[in-house]
């Protein structure tokens, strides 16, 4: 029998047909006002040009925070792997062969973030590989844990509640809610708590806070840091992995290889000899599917001899400084973090894609959010700035966004 369970009136299954009847009008006025499923065609820095048009503009939605995806090092690093290997992707389980130069990848990214890293084909691939895992109760000493979801987890993790639930008891509580956490592990002999390092539409975990609860009461830390890494910390960390010092047997950090490392992929970054061997026995995505690609090792390996150099920190600054100016022109509720995703809130669906659309015809790509990825009425624009935006496309992008906020909140007499 499935131990699902409610926490308050946060659901912990899944409700599919419902949230496509909710969301869907969000979704065709999306695509009908341009704004989503663009194609388009890179160009230098943040540019893309969009071929239907021919038009180019300042790309404010990609997630390449050290504008690192477009790092000629990292272009050739890719390009290379693939002539030496001589094959772009090998169709077979990890468990009976790999590249050569995977291990050697992995090897560098275990010296890199001094953890035993595993790679995976992306961070979603990761998490449905570790969340099975660790409610099984083979990283809790063989007591399956409390699994306990915060409300804002990424889809990528939230997704799974249903597989994780036929294992043991899932939880979902209000978003950072430690009061709640706490009390969880007060009453459970084991709890994990399922969490984001960084929240995909802007906010933080309280790691310190995390980290004093799990000394306290043996709580088992899930994060996925996938927007959090790169941008901070010694070799490019990340927010996460800085913040919380060894990983030991109570911690285990999900991250992408994509976003600001530059790269494709993702990893999980674990404690112990004995996880590692766990995650390459019986992790899904490791036992069942084929590993990153050739051109995705050799980036990766190009940008992680790019976080051992001075340039990493370079362009670490070049983020925080154009984080400083934006939020000096733009307030919203994430001014004064060192991460990198805005929100500017509007409300309404369909004005928020109305807003999105104005600023993609001034030359300006931005991510309209509405629901289900934010609450219903609380729509608005993300912006994810990176160190390659120049400090004149902010200020053409803040005059812009300044400019239809103000025409939303004009009456119409």
């Not at 995390?210 to 070799?235: M, N, P, T, W």
């Not at 912006?383 to 992008?397: F, G, N, Y």
Request: hydrophobic share 45%.
């Amino acid at each position: 029998m499935r131990k699902e369970q409610m926490s308050g009136q946060h659901r912990t299954g899944r409700n599919t047909a419902a949230m496509i009847d909710a969301a869907a009008s969000s979704f065709e006025a999306a695509h009908y006002q341009g704004i989503m499923a663009l194609y388009a065609i890179p160009k230098t820095g943040r540019s893309v040009q969009l071929p239907v048009t021919g038009k180019t503009v300042v790309d404010f939605v990609r997630c390449s925070y050290l504008g690192l995806d477009n790092h000629p090092a990292i272009i050739e690093g890719a390009t290379k792997t693939v002539r030496d290997s001589g094959a772009l992707h090998w169709s077979c389980a990890r468990t009976r062969l790999n590249f050569s130069v995977l291990g050697d990848l992995e090897a560098e990214l275990s010296s890199l973030f001094d953890a035993q890293v595993v790679t995976f084909t992306t961070v979603l691939a990761a998490n449905m590989s570790a969340l099975p895992l660790l409610a099984s109760g083979h990283m809790t000493s063989g007591r399956k844990p409390v699994m306990v979801f915060d409300r804002l987890a990424h889809a990528t993790l939230a997704h799974h509640k249903a597989v994780v639930a036929e294992e043991t008891t899932v939880e979902t509580i209000a978003h950072n809610d430690l009061d709640a956490l706490e009390a969880l592990c007060k009453s459970h002999h084991q709890v994990a708590y399922i969490c984001d390092g960084v929240y995909s539409m802007g906010g933080h975990a309280p790691l310190e806070a995390l980290r004093s609860l799990q000394d306290k009461y043996g709580l088992f830390l899930y994060v996925d840091d996938a927007h959090g890494i790169s941008i901070e910390g010694r070799h490019g960390a990340g927010f996460a992995r800085s913040a919380l010092g060894p990983l030991g047997e109570r911690t285990i950090v999900a991250a992408s290889l994509g976003k600001g490392f530059g790269a494709s992929g993702g990893m999980l970054m674990l404690g112990t000899a004995r996880q590692e061997l766990l995650f390459r026995r019986f992790a899904i995505a490791y036992a069942f599917s084929a590993s990153l690609n050739t051109a995705a090792i050799g980036a990766a390996l190009a940008s992680a001899a790019i976080h051992r150099t001075a340039e990493l920190a370079q362009r670490q600054q070049s983020l925080r400084n154009n984080l400083v100016l934006l939020d000096a022109l733009l307030p919203t509720d994430q001014a004064s973090s060192i991460l990198p995703i805005r929100t500017v809130p509007i409300g309404d669906e369909l004005l928020a894609v109305a807003a999105a659309r104005q600023l993609l015809a001034q030359g300006f790509y931005t991510s309209a959010i509405f629901f289900p990825t934010v609450a219903r009425g609380e729509a608005g624009i993300r912006i994810c700035l990176t160190s390659d935006h120049s400090q004149q496309q902010i200020r053409d992008l803040v005059a812009a966004v300044n400019g239809i906020i103000d025409e939303i909140r004009t009456p119409i007499l």
